[in-house]
């Protein structure tokens, strides 16, 4: 039996129609998350991000493969799974009737928590989301941001062995992005595991301490963003719109990528003098700032991560 939080095996997803060709939504996918880690699935829409999560906490059968939590099998055991895993749906929406204070409340004594305890932990997630002003209005009165919120509050509050969190942050603000990635951190400090899904590549990269990229259903890479970075063999990127004739004199800079009709080489500070020149002399722009996850991401997927087929 397994110690790993969650251990996949060759998880595989055929959704079949009479009318229609059958869709692979999951190709074989294999990972695995260590107990209190916080690793992140990267894919674009599609990729099969939603369909593993909802495979791994209970909600979906896979075609085949497996999805262990804590040495119990997801599919065949789903009962002894679901009490050790709390998770934030995509889209997920408190319940319209509730406040986000009876909401948290009722999840937590609906968990088995005692009154004392859920008030407790209630009231400590409902600061930590920067909800206790809006507490006690009806959930159909927030804002989105203020609706995500109150689900991510829901789930922190538990403090499960394992949190899925699936686009856990979208329609937030940037400060609400933040104070969850805080809370979330804090968490794993006190032994929880978390496996969210993002296509917000900074979160990834400020979060995650491990990611995995996933498209049309199958892991590309595994590793870390700082791993990634480095394979791209240099510090700066430069981005030059139009600058597809230079695409072969660029190689000599370093490497390149292409993303649509932007042209962009991942160079050295000591190269970019030059580069920058060579732009200019073809009469192109160009903008300059450090490597991100976005460049590692359009290298191994090949489009970015915002691109639709």
Not at 116 to 134: F, N, P
Not at 135 to 158: D, E, F, K, P, Y
Not at 194 to 215: C, V
């Amino acid at each position: 039996m397994t110690t790993e939080a969650l251990l996949a095996r060759d998880v595989r997803k055929t959704y079949s129609s009479r009318r229609a060709p059958s869709v692979e939504a999951l190709a074989g996918v294999s990972l695995v998350v260590h107990p209190g880690e916080r690793v992140a699935l990267l894919g674009r829409n599609g990729a099969g991000k939603t369909t593993f999560l909802k495979i791994a906490s209970t909600l979906l059968m896979p075609t085949g493969g497996t999805v262990e939590v804590f040495g119990h099998d997801a599919g065949t055991h789903p009962d002894e799974v679901r009490p050790m895993i709390a998770v934030v749906p995509q889209e997920g929406k408190p319940f319209f009737h509730l406040t986000p204070r009876e909401q948290v409340f009722t999840y937590l004594r609906a968990r088995g928590y005692d009154g004392a305890e859920a008030k407790s932990r209630t009231e400590d997630a409902l600061g930590q989301m920067g909800l206790t002003e809006v507490a006690n209005r009806l959930s159909i009165t927030l804002s989105g941001g203020q609706r995500q919120r109150t689900m991510v509050a829901t789930v922190i509050a538990t403090e499960a062995p394992l949190l899925f969190l699936d686009e856990p942050t979208i329609g937030m603000d940037p400060f609400a992005r933040r104070a969850v990635w805080e809370s979330l951190r804090t968490l794993t400090r006190r032994g929880s595991t978390i496996l969210l899904t993002t296509h917000y590549l900074d979160e990834a990269e400020a979060l995650s301490q491990r990611l995995y990229i996933i498209e049309r259903g199958r892991v590309l890479v595994d590793g870390t963003a700082a791993t990634l970075k480095q394979e791209l063999g240099g510090s700066l990127r430069v981005s030059i719109p139009n600058g597809e004739r230079l695409s072969e004199v660029a190689k000599t800079f370093g490497s390149v990528l292409n993303d649509g009709e932007v042209l962009h080489v991942i160079t050295t500070p000591e190269r970019l003098p030059e580069l920058m020149a060579l732009a200019t002399r073809e009469h192109l722009t160009t903008t300059v700032g450090p490597v991100t996850l976005e460049e590692a991401f359009l290298r191994v997927v090949g489009r970015s991560i915002d691109r639709e087929e």
